[in-house]
């Protein structure tokens, strides 16, 4: 069974060091469309922690130790999970990579150990590699049924990709031996199987008994918020700083990005703007920041930069290859550059690959942006078929029936 278990994480988009920058713009094939290039020296792409960091120093003698003996499972697991865990508290991506080259000694092998292979899924699961992050995990817990980490990795990218009652089997066995964990786990892909009720007063019930570990608790509490926020409770905003007041929250990007959707949502903008402000190193946290900043002034200082910056991560994250995030193209074409036939397209083949409510809710949202009302069919299916209940989710159903109805009466 595992020792550590970790709430499965969301996928991070980091820049990347300004050399390698440069190097992938002269590997961009001709024809290729125009990139920011910064007309000054100083001009911030990424801010990384400094190389004197304690941690990052214990981080470089991990590896080079490492280096020495790459067969060690001992040092290769745990460097891979300390370099994992760095990566999503500084939002410095080459982490990822340094976890997965710690790895790859098992790569091709028959027999991979079971704590390689969990490793490997959530970094697969990190990049939306999630076929590859489940055969994985199908072979762990195969061989090992109670293993922990496995089980809350597969339900996380059971429930991502809309598989909700597989979810719900795996996360009922964590709460077997964590029952806190496995209720937070449980949350979610019970609250989009038509017990979003159910699963508020389940994470009511527990959260007052004080069980469960700091995690579980920042698990539960990050659930509890988001569900209400579907719900459209009085008490959401309440449950969202309660959430940012637990141990562990102040590293957590997703839950702080949520909150300042939320404050957005909420008309909050200058609120909004402050919390995004502190994660523009990934591109979720930039174009958050672009949308608040942009609803008060579109041509405020630093947002014709910022927008460059922007354009220039994913030119060279496209540039760079692997799996295309659509999503986060999506929601930039959206609500950054405005172009909502390009974001429909994106949140149309993001779907194809994830189905989360935000993933919903940028497909509806390009829909009605773009009047093209048929778009929504497989989210009304989606929303149809599960019993999801989203009233930000209805609302623009809502307004894209009268975009339809407008239609048809001008015809």
Known sequence: MARRVHRAGHRVHSGMPFCLFLLLLLLLPAGHASVFVPDAADTVLLRVAPSDNAEVQRLRQMRA??????????????????????????????????????????????????????????????????????????????QQPQHLQARLTRAVIHSVQGRYAQAITDCNVVRRYRVLMGVACLATPRSLSGEAEQALRMLHTHLALAEGDDEARLWARSARADIGWRLGSAETEIWFREALDSAGARHDMALHLQYADFLLSQGRVAEAAEVARAWEDSNEGLILSLRARMRSNAEAPGIA?????????????????????????????????????????????????????????????????SGQSDAAVPVRDWLRENAVQDQRLQALLARLGQTAKSRAEDA
């Open 65 to 142: 130790a490492l280096a020495e003996a790459p067969g060690r499972i001992e040092m290769a697991t745990a460097f891979a999970q300390a370099a994992i865990d760095h990566a999503r508290r500084s939002q410095d991506a080459r982490w990822y990579g340094y976890a997965e080259g710690a790895l790859r000694h098992w790569q091709g092998r028959e027999r991979v150990p079971a704590e390689v292979r969990v490793l490997r899924a959530t970094l697969a699961q990190h990049d939306h590699r999630f076929a590859a992050a489940l055969q994985d995990l199908d072979q762990v817990l195969a």
């Open 305 to 369: 930069q910022d927008r460059r910056r922007l354009e220039a991560r994913l030119e060279a994250e496209r540039a760079r290859g692997g799996a295309r995030h659509f999503g986060t193209e999506a929601a930039a074409a959206l609500y950054v550059w405005q172009q909502p036939a390009r974001a429909l397209w994106l949140a149309q083949r993001n779907w194809v690959v994830q189905k989360t409510p935000s993933d919903a809710r940028l497909l509806l949202r390009a829909a009605v942006d």
